[in-house]
T-cell receptor
């Protein structure tokens, strides 16, 4: 089945540690996105990538880093510089970025808790 | 990006129709209207989108006002599985990021 996988579903880390969240898609989509969701809020864009080896900052990129070495993979690293890292992290993909009617497919999310 | 306004919450009875409103008075002529929903502890899923004409798919119908300043998502027969947060989103074809701008959405509760 085609889709997006994120792992792990739940992640606990100590304050000051970097942590990398995995996102893999087998939909052959060019564009991939990382969003953050806080309780009771909508999603906010962290980073996005239109194509392999290219990515751009979203609205709340500070304290995060990404890479896009393969089309199907877009890992997100939450660094110790991120002041409030505890949140629900969602990865998404779409055929490409440009067409507005392209639906975005979301993964199941990773709930990160920093202790 | 143009903003949307939705009620914070709505309730429905199972097997009855549900009309979820969305106001977008600052919509531009090229903005598409998208609806996504998010079930508890899951990622959002696409529901439907439209530009000017009413749209139907297997999940729902989208009714767009003639002046495009508002729209309504219609679930024809609500089921317990439809309980979710529904997001109304405007998407500009000229936007540089391609991401979806999510507000807080409408939390739909479905009573048996």
């Amino acid at each position: 089945d085609g889709g997006i996988t994120q792992s792990p579903k739940y992640l606990f880390r100590k304050e000051g540690q970097n942590v990398t969240l995995s996102c893999e898609q087998n939909l052959n989509h060019d564009a991939m996105y990382w969003y953050r969701q806080d309780p009771g809020q909508g999603l906010r864009l962290i980073y996005y990538s239109q194509i392999v080896n290219d990515f751009q900052k979203g609205d709340i990129a500070e304290g995060y880093s990404v890479s896009r070495e393969k089309k199907e993979s877009f890992p997100l690293t939450v660094t110790s510089a991120q002041k409030n890292p505890t949140a629900f992290y969602l990865c998404a993909s779409s055929i490409d970025q440009g067409r507005t009617y392209n639906e975005q497919f979301f993964g199941p999310g990773t709930r990160l808790t920093v202790l | 990006d143009a903003k949307t306004t939705q009620p914070n919450s709505m309730e429905s009875n199972e097997e009855e129709p549900v009309h979820l409103p969305c106001n977008h008075s600052t919509i531009s002529g090229t903005d598409y209207i998208h609806w996504y929903r998010q079930l508890p502890s899951q990622g959002p899923e696409y529901v439907i989108h439209g530009l000017t004409s009413n749209v139907n798919n297997r999940m729902a119908s989208l009714a767009i006002a003639e002046d495009r300043k508002s729209s309504t998502l219609i679930l024809h027969r609500a089921t317990l599985r439809d309980a979710a947060v529904y997001y109304c989103i405007l998407r500009d074809p000229g936007g540089s990021q391609g991401n979806l701008i999510f507000g807080k959405g409408t939390k739909l509760s479905v009573k048996p």
